[in-house]
């Protein structure tokens, strides 16, 4: 699977919005773009995923590059509860075949730390 | 929707003991369940990848014969860590998708402590 580069840590001020970078180079035309979070000590949380089209959920929105080098995850209005270590992560599809379909790897994120 | 349950949520045990945690998919039916570790300050590691009705696919380096996974139904996967130790002590998560291309839905975890 293609490895994903993010910063260590970014801050964010209540109510303004989250803007996190993924670097993916290496992305294949088969892998998804996941973007997952963790609050401390608790299992990480399914926030958006896309392949090459922009998506948006109730939580965030994903937008990739057209040449599906990079990604931005946007919180739009930041709360202190979006607090965490956000992953982005690349994973195969389905129709790629193989064993590693399905996994996915977890990179080190980004500490996302938003303030009042 | 997509609610994984795992329970316990801590466990602290005296090593040499056998240790069950389970991972159940509330609202929908898990044909893939996975369980990972998690040491303090650092990132999730794959342990094994479970299929209803089928053997556990380990990943390199883990032990199969230590980290026991039964998946005997399509909502309940099980992982046993047998005469553990004080260096099993970790943060235990497994996670659920309903099909080959969904997202997994994580539980929240088991803390084991082994003394």
């Known amino acids: 699977d293609a490895k994903t580069t993010q910063p260590t840590s970014m801050d964010c001020a209540e109510g303004r919005a989250a803007n996190l970078p993924c670097n993916h180079s290496?992305?294949?035309?088969?892998?998804?773009v996941y973007w997952y979070r963790q609050i401390h000590s608790q299992g990480p949380q399914y926030i958006i995923h896309?392949?090459?089209n922009n998506e948006t959920n109730e939580m965030a929105s994903l937008i990739i590059t057209e040449d599906r080098k990079s990604s931005t995850l946007i919180l739009p209005h930041a709360t202190l509860r979006d607090t965490a270590v956000y992953y982005c992560?690349?994973?195969?599809?389905?129709?790629?075949?193989?064993?590693?379909?399905?996994?996915?790897?977890f990179g080190q994120g980004t500490i996302l730390t938003v303030h009042p | 929707g997509a609610v994984v349950s795992q329970h316990p949520s801590w466990v602290i045990c005296k090593s040499g003991t056998s240790v069950k945690i389970e991972c159940r998919s509330l609202?929908?039916?898990?044909?893939?369940m996975f369980w990972y570790r998690q040491f303090p300050k650092q990132s999730l590691m794959l342990m094994a990848t479970?299929?209803?009705?089928?053997?556990?696919?380990?990943e390199q380096g883990v032990e199969k014969d230590k980290f026991l996974i039964n998946h005997a139904s399509l909502t309940l996967s099980t992982l046993t860590v047998t005469s553990a130790h004080p260096e099993d002590s970790s943060f235990y998560i497994c996670?659920?998708?309903?099909?080959?291309?969904?997202?997994?839905?994580f539980g929240d975890g088991t803390r084991l402590s082994i003394l």
């Open positions: 290496t992305i294949s035309g088969n892998e998804y």
């Open positions: 992560i690349v994973r195969r599809g389905r129709w790629a075949g193989g064993t590693s379909y399905g996994k996915l790897t």
């Open positions: 996670s659920a998708k309903q099909g080959a291309d969904q997202p997994q839905h």
């Open positions: 896309g392949l090459k």
């Open positions: 479970s299929n209803e009705g089928s053997k556990a696919t380990y």
């Open positions: 609202d929908f039916q898990a044909t893939t």
